[in-house]
């Protein structure tokens, strides 16, 4: 399935010449299959869905001339990118300031131990993200810093594709609609999906604007979707 989103951009009543920017949120991970946070340092790779679900989703983005993917450096982003640059032949950046935050012993752990080790912090994540310290890991502040300085300063010529995880585009899309982060779980992220923004650079600094998010039309077009009910980040 190939596209250039001229629909959304019709819908927007802009001109053709927009500068899009598509954030991608990573196909499914073995460890999302297993219900346990990741993190930095429990880097699975990619599930035979989520294969799959990349691999379709390369074929979405082949006819939009990307000029380049800049990814997070953990497998699961990375082998994402991969089957995007496979297809699309762009070249393939990688980013340190996209990693998933590091949830300090949270990582290779599963909800029910989280929740029963730490029930208050985990409440906290939930409620205000923004006042979290992970234990063992980061302060989620230094994960939204990271990720504005990034939105800010990264070099994304019209077409780029971001690959990345879900906190970092919560976050993203926090700051493109100009919203507090703590309302980042407002949002509805599947894996494999895409938002787009609308990039323009003022004084020096990128500016993003949210055109679509959590678009997945190309899993339900194959029948790939997950099954996110166990999952965690």
Known sequence: ?????????????????????????????????????????????????????????????????????????????????????????????????????????????????????????????????????FPGGEHFSQTVERVRQFVETAQLPPGSVVVTHDNVVRIILTHAQGTPVDQMWSYELEPASLSLFEGNVVNGKNILKTMKVNDFDHLIAEGLRADVSHHVL
């Open 1 to 133: 399935m190939e596209e250039d989103f001229s629909s959304v951009i019709a819908d927007r009543r802009v001109s053709v010449g927009l500068s899009v920017i598509v954030a991608v949120r990573h196909a499914e991970s073995v460890a999302n299959t297993q219900g346990i946070f990741q993190g930095q340092t429990y880097d699975t790779g990619l599930s035979p869905l989520g294969t799959r679900q990349a691999q379709v989703l390369a074929r979405r983005l082949s006819g939009r001339g990307v000029p380049k993917i800049i990814t997070s450096p953990l497998k699961r982003t990375y082998q994402t990118a991969f089957e995007i640059a496979r297809i699309s032949g762009a070249p393939i950046e990688v980013d340190n300031r996209l990693m998933e935050t590091n949830h300090g012993i949270w990582e290779g752990k599963n909800k029910d131990w989280v929740t029963e080790n730490f029930p208050d912090v985990y409440n906290l994540w939930r409620i205000k993200p923004t006042d979290v310290q």
